[in-house]
């Protein structure tokens, strides 16, 4: 240890050295050892600085990071704009926007987000489409300031003097567009727009992966649909072609039954067995029109042919095929058949097939019972048959979707959404038509619409 402590000698060294400094190199040193100190202060304040503005930068980048995780993985639109919109905010300070939806089938534009939007901001979107701004944006591909010439923003509390309109692509598909009214007057440079060029491309992408996930579901579904029906129509092949046998064989036994009472009928057995022999005739008659009807249906499945047919044979044919169900459903059928109807070439399988499912559509509205109207009308140059009953009606909304295909609100073993479907194009191909009318809580009313004179088949359009 006694190395370390300095020797009187050395000490007495050190201060007669220090005497022979001049007091004006002394300063010169102090001065510079002062202003090197006062360097290495403004380094370290500089580079504190810097890792404080680094962390700030890092930070904002994990949150837009976190954002756009969440757009790529955003099954639902809302959510991707709420995304985008909060990711753009920490770039630009905005409050107030616009967010436009490109319809592609219509190829027009539809807001679906806005905040703070008032007459103001929707009067200056209006121009910049009447202008062309929004288009020419759109095909530049790129955000554009585009500066409020008009002073029409200024009316706000935070007046700008610009808009910025960012552009939604795909690739080069247009998604829609985004315009946002930043709140301070100064946009910071190119770089701000770029990044929310960016952004929206994210978003864009994402937006994009929800229609066609939509799309494909859509398609599935129809898919699926399109199985059970055709499963459904082979069932429907193979009962009717049983159906048809089974009514072919009941019939010759039938005739012989019917004219060997018809035969005793002729004479008196007493009161009791001829009330009973009109009864026996009387049932089998009954059976013998539903085997007829049955044995009709299959015909015209195998002979597709238009012939000069009785409206009111078809319309008893379907009622008799649906008569058990209509009773046993406490439904009262109505018929009023008007006298002036002439025959019309029709396919008769087909209109009865229309008839079938207008009827089994109005027995499913009346589950408490009710009443089904069927009415034939001379209408100038048209026939109309009327089926109209008194169940639970359409809401509105359904009205023009009924007769799209796949449309039903029944369970899928209650119905599959082709009847109405089906029966709108058998009328087209009559060049007829089907309409609706229709009231909640009261009741449905189909018209079928059949002309009186048809074109030949040489005057119909060969493209039609
Ligand atoms: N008379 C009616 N009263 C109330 N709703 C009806 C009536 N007719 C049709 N609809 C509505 O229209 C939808 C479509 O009818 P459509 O006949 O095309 O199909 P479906 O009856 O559902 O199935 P399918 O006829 O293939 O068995 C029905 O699901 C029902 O919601
Ligand atoms: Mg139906």
């Not at 510079?32 to 680094?54: A, H, V």
């Not at 066609?212 to 092949?237: D, F, G, H, P, V």
């Not at 009346?366 to 140059?381: D, P």
Request: glycine content about 6%.
């Amino acid at each position: 240890m006694g190395s370390s402590k300095p020797s009187s000698l050395s000490k007495k060294k050190a201060v007669s050295k220090a005497k022979a400094v001049p007091s004006s190199s002394l300063e010169e040193r102090v001065s510079q050892l002062l202003s090197k100190l006062e360097t290495s202060e403004k380094m370290i304040r500089e580079e504190r600085d810097l890792s404080y503005s680094l962390k700030e930068a890092l930070n904002r980048f994990l949150v837009i990071e976190n954002h756009c995780e969440l757009i790529g993985r955003a099954r639902d639109i809302n959510q991707i704009i709420d995304s985008l919109i909060s990711i753009a905010q920490q770039v630009l300070s905005f409050k107030v926007y616009a967010f436009y939806l490109l319809d592609q089938e219509k190829g027009d534009y539809h807001l679906r987000h806005a905040q703070q939007l008032d007459s103001n901001h929707k009067a200056i979107i209006q121009s910049h489409f009447d202008q062309g701004i929004i288009a020419w944006a759109m095909s530049e591909k790129r955000a554009a300031v585009i500066p409020d010439l008009a002073g029409l923003s200024q009316t706000t509390q935070n007046p700008t003097t610009g808009f910025i309109i960012v552009p939604l692509l795909a690739a080069s598909n247009k998604i829609g567009f985004l315009e946002i009214w930043p709140d301070t007057i100064q946009i910071r440079g190119r770089n701000q727009l770029t990044m929310l060029e960016l952004l929206a491309r994210q978003a864009s992408i994402a937006i994009e992966n929800t229609f066609l996930y939509q799309k494909l579901t859509e398609t599935n579904e129809l898919l699926k649909r399109s199985q059970e029906q055709t499963i459904n129509a082979e069932k429907m092949a193979a009962v009717g072609v049983l159906a048809s046998g089974v009514a072919h064989e009941i019939n010759n036994p039938l005739q012989i039954i019917l004219a060997r009472v018809q035969f005793q009928n002729r004479r008196s057995h007493g009161p009791e067995v001829d009330a009973t022999l009109k009864l026996v005739e009387k049932e089998a008659f009954r059976i013998s029109n539903i085997v007829g009807s049955i044995l009709r249906y299959a015909q015209n499945q195998n002979h597709p042919d238009m012939q000069m047919s009785r409206m009111d044979v078809i319309i008893n044919d379907s009622l008799l095929l649906t008569h058990a169900q209509l009773a046993s459903h406490q439904i009262q059928v109505d018929c009023q058949f008007a006298d002036d109807i002439p025959e019309l070439t029709v396919n008769p399988g087909q209109i009865e097939q229309v008839l079938l499912n207008l009827i089994e559509n109005a027995r499913h509205s009346m589950k408490k019972g009710g009443t089904l109207y069927v009415r034939t009308l001379k209408k100038e140059n048209e026939i109309h048959i009327e089926v109209e009953d008194t169940g639970h009606g359409i809401p509105k909304e359904y009205l023009n979707r009924i007769f799209d295909p796949f449309f039903t609100t029944k369970s899928p073993n209650e119905g599959t959404g082709l009847g109405l479907f089906l029966s709108y194009g058998i009328m087209q191909r009559h060049h007829g038509n089907i309409h609706v009318e229709s009231t909640v809580g009261k009741g449905t009313k189909f018209i079928l619409q059949l002309p009186l004179h048809p074109p030949t088949p040489h005057e119909e359009d060969p493209h039609h």
